[in-house]
């Protein structure tokens, strides 16, 4: 069955950089689409970016500048890098893969930057 794992959560100071990894395991030979969606405190969990099995990324509405996705389908890896994170920016961080029709998620990071 294909799982996927997050890592690299934790408390970061305002103003760090972080990179959060996803790891796709039991997936055979398959590279499918990953991504990253995020829940803040008291708010809906939202799109923060995808990745297309070939390296295309979409992200999500006010993503684009600090956030950056990327993959390495060898390692069956995804990457999410926060750049210059800031207190809103405090979030469970969870890791999708799209198996076929059927999603998959982890089950989440979190992310807690402090002042």
């Known amino acids: 069955q294909v799982k996927v794992v997050e890592s690299g959560g934790g408390l970061v100071q305002a103003g760090e950089s972080l990179t959060l990894s996803c790891a796709a395991s039991e997936i055979g030979s398959q590279v499918f689409p990953m991504g990253w969606y995020r829940q803040r405190p008291g708010r809906e969990r939202e799109k923060v970016a995808l990745?297309?099995?070939?390296?295309?990324?979409d992200y999500g509405s006010g993503a684009e500048g600090r956030f950056t996705i990327s993959r390495d389908s060898a390692k069956n890896i995804c990457y999410l890098q926060i750049h210059k994170v800031k207190i809103e920016d405090t979030a469970v961080f969870y890791c999708l893969g799209i198996s076929g029709l059927r999603e998959v998620w982890g089950q989440g990071t979190l992310v807690n930057v402090s002042s």
């Open positions: 990745i297309t099995s070939v390296g295309t990324p």
